[in-house]
Structure formats: structure tokens, C-alpha cells
């Protein structure tokens, strides 16, 4: 199971590379004019935070993984070269690191599932189907 979670969490680093210049080149839908400022900025905080995690988490992964003597692998193709080698010190600052950002990571998806849900079960807006209907 690691090595399917390590080939899968290596690929979103690609993939979030990819999304953050597709959303360089495409303007960020409006949000709706009944959300509050305060809201708003909440909106913009959380995605950000979101990017953040993406990058984030891979990236402490294969900090771990490099650190502990193991190979960060992608789809099963390839391996990202090692940037690090094996150290035990810098393994004791990415472990728990990972691991903290996997949670906060967590909270904020949930998060994220939430406000979508209150948009559309309690504000009634159009929200949760703004983002459905993307491109």
C-alpha cells in the first residue's frame, strides 16, 4: 500500500503544477455577490490553502521517503531523483510534518465539502453548481 500511495501522492505534484498554470490562464470564476467580504476572503484563504496542501504534502513525502533511504516513484515509470540522502535528522522534522499537514489537509477538504454543502442546502446559491459545471 506505501508504494501505491507514494506512485499516486508523486503524480499530484505534476498535476497540481499543471491545474495552478491552467488556473494562471483562466480567471477564477466570480464568486456570488450575496457573499459577504469577510466570506470572501475566507473563499480565497481556503483555496489557497488547498494549493498549499497539494504541493505541500507530496513534497514532504518525498522528503520522508528520500530521507529514510527509500525512492519516491511516479505511476511506476520512474523515480524523482534524489534530492536528499539518507538522514536521520532531517527524516525527524519530515516525518511528523507529513504526517501534521496529512490532517490539516483532511480538515480543510472536510472544510471545504461543508461550505460547498451550506451554499447549497442553506444559502440556496449557486455555488456548489458553479463548481460542478467548470471547464
Aim: hydrophobic share 55%; glycine share 4%; proline share 7%.
Amino acid at each position: 500500500m506505501i508504494t501505491l500511495h507514494k506512485n499516486i501522492a508523486t503524480t499530484i505534484i505534476f498535476l497540481v503544477l499543471i491545474r495552478m498554470f491552467w488556473r494562471y490562464t483562466h480567471p477564477v470564476p466570480k464568486l456570488p455577490d450575496t457573499m459577504s467580504p469577510l466570506m470572501q476572503k475566507f473563499a480565497h484563504v481556503g483555496h489557497l490553502m488547498l494549493y498549499l496542501m497539494l504541493l505541500a504534502l507530496p513534497i514532504t513525502g518525498c522528503l520522508f521517503s528520500w530521507s529514510a533511504g527509500h525512492p519516491a516513484p511516479v505511476l511506476y515509470l520512474f523515480e524523482i531523483p534524489r534530492l536528499v540522502q539518507d538522514n536521520p535528522e532531517l527524516l525527524a522534522i519530515v516525518k511528523p510534518l507529513h504526517i501534521y499537514l496529512s490532517w490539516f489537509a483532511g480538515l480543510l477538504i472536510l472544510g471545504h465539502a461543508g461550505a460547498a454543502l451550506k451554499h447549497h442546502f442553506i444559502d440556496k446559491d449557486n455555488v456548489l453548481l458553479s463548481m460542478l459545471k467548470q471547464k
